[in-house]
C-alpha cells in the first residue's frame, strides 16, 4: 500500500464516523459525530477539508440530496466510504489493532497477554 | 421563531470556502445554528458561530488555495496516480507555509507582551510610513487629472523680485504670443478667499467663506479638462471690461451648495460685488493647479482688473503677481521650450530697460540679464509647500528605504 493510502488521525475518524452514520453522513452529523465521540472541537471547515481529501485518494464519494422537506430547506451533501475507503479503514483498524495489541491503552481493559 | 446567523462570519465563511461546497457548508452551520438557539439561546448560538468561522478559516483556506492551485497548473489535472514532482514540491511548500503561519501566531499568543509591543512598533512605523508616502505622493508624485500631463509645463522666474513663482502678466502674453513650442500657456492668480452669496442677490459680503481663484479663460482647454456639465472657461470669456463675467465652479461646492442640481447653470453668484453667472461645474478630480489649494470657483483673470489698480497689474512688467504653466507642443521637449523662453525672455529684458539698459555698467548689465525663466514639468502642478519640503522629504524616502533594508 502506498504512502497516499495510509489515514491520519482525522481523517482515520471520519472514516469511522461515516462507516457508523452509513447513509445519513452529511457535515452535520459527521462534525456531531467527532465531536461527541472524541470530546475534540471539531470545525465544519475542517470536516469539508478531509472529505475532500479522501474525496481525492478515492476513499469517499458523494451525493447530493433534494432539498429537505421543511420551508426553506436545501440541498445537503451526503457523502460514504467507496469499496476502496472500507478497504482502507479495515486496514488501518487492523494496523491499529495490531500495534495496540498487548498495551494496556484502553480504559477497563485487562491488557497485556 | 426564524433566526438568522450572524452576518459578518458568514460572509467571512463564504469568502473563504471553495465554491462547490459553499451553499452546503453555509447550509450546514445555519442548521446547526437553529438548533443551538432552540436549546441554548441566541447568545450561545451567535458565540458558537463565530468559533465556528475562526476554526473553519484556516482549512477553508487551505483548500481553497490547493483549488486553485490545481486549476492553474495544468500538469496536476488528468494524471492517473500519485503526484508529480512539481505538484509534490508546491503541496509540501503550501502545507510548510500554512504550518510555519500557525506555529508563529501559537507563538505570539503565549508571550502577550511582545506580540503587544511588536505589533504597536509596526503599526506605529506602518502609520508613519503611510504618511510620508501620503505626503510625498501629494506634493511630488501625484499627476493633475489633466490631458497627456507629461506635456504640462510650469515656468519658474528666476528673479530678485519673485517668490519663485510669481512673475508679471506682460511675460504670459509675450510667451502665448510668440512662444512656438507651446501650444499654449495660462496665468493663474492664485486662489484667494471670498464670501459666496449663492443666491444671486448681490450681497456682497455675505455668505460662507470660499476660494476663488482667477484664471485665463485658455486654462481648461491648455489642461485639456471638460466640464460635467456646462461649458468651461473660453479665451473670450477673459477679457477687459467683459460685461457678462462668468465662472466655473468645483463639483465640491456644486455638490454641497447646490445639491448636485444641474440647473445650477445661469445660477448667479457674487465675488468681490461682482455678480457672475455660473456657466459650468469641473469634474471632482480637479481642485486646480497648485497643489494643496483647493479652489470652488475658477472665474476670468480679467475681472482682477476691475479693482483699484486692477488693470494696471496687466500691463506693468514689474508686478510679479501670476503664476504660469503651459502645454509644450507634440515632439518638443522642455530643453528645447526652454531655448526658446531664454532668447524670448532675453528680449524682453532689454526691451523693458530701454535706454537705461546701455548706460548701465557692465556688471549690471550681466546680473540684469542673469535672470531668466526656467522650465520644468508641471504635469503635477506647481506648489510652494513642494518647493520648500521636497528636499527634506527626498531625504527622508531614502532614509526610510536604508532602514527598511
Redesign the interface.
Known sequence: M?K?KFLAEFELYMMLALSRLGDSA???SI??EIEQRTGR?V????V???L?RLGDKGFVTFRISDPVPVPGG????YFRLTAKGERALQHSAAMMFRMMDGLDLLPGSEGGR | MTTTPPRFPQWIISLLVVPDDRGFLISDLAEEFDSIVRLRGISAANRWYWLQMMRSAVPCLRRRVKAIVRRKIPTFQGLPEGKTTMQRRLSNLFETTIGDIRYGFRCLLKSPVFTVVAVLSLALGIGANTAMFSMINVLLLRQLPAKDPGRLVLFIPIAPHSDGFNMPYPVMERLRKDGKSFDSVFASAGATSFRLDATGAGNAGKGEIMRAEGVSGGMFAVLGINAIIGRTLSEDDDRQNNPNPVAVISYNLWKTKFGLDPSVLGKSITIDDEIITIVGVAPPAFTGVEVGSVSDVWYPIWMMAKTPNGAARFTRFSSWWITMLGRLKTGVSIKQGQAEIDVIYHQMLVEQAGPAFNKASADAQAEYLNRRIELQPGGAGFSRLRKKFAQPLRTQKRRSFLLRH
Not at chain 1, 470545525?43 to 475542517?46: F, L, Q, R, T, V
Open positions: 502506498s497516499g452529511y457535515g452535520v462534525r456531531q472541537p470545525s465544519i471547515g475542517a469539508y477539508e478531509t475532500a436545501r440541498s445537503r451533501k
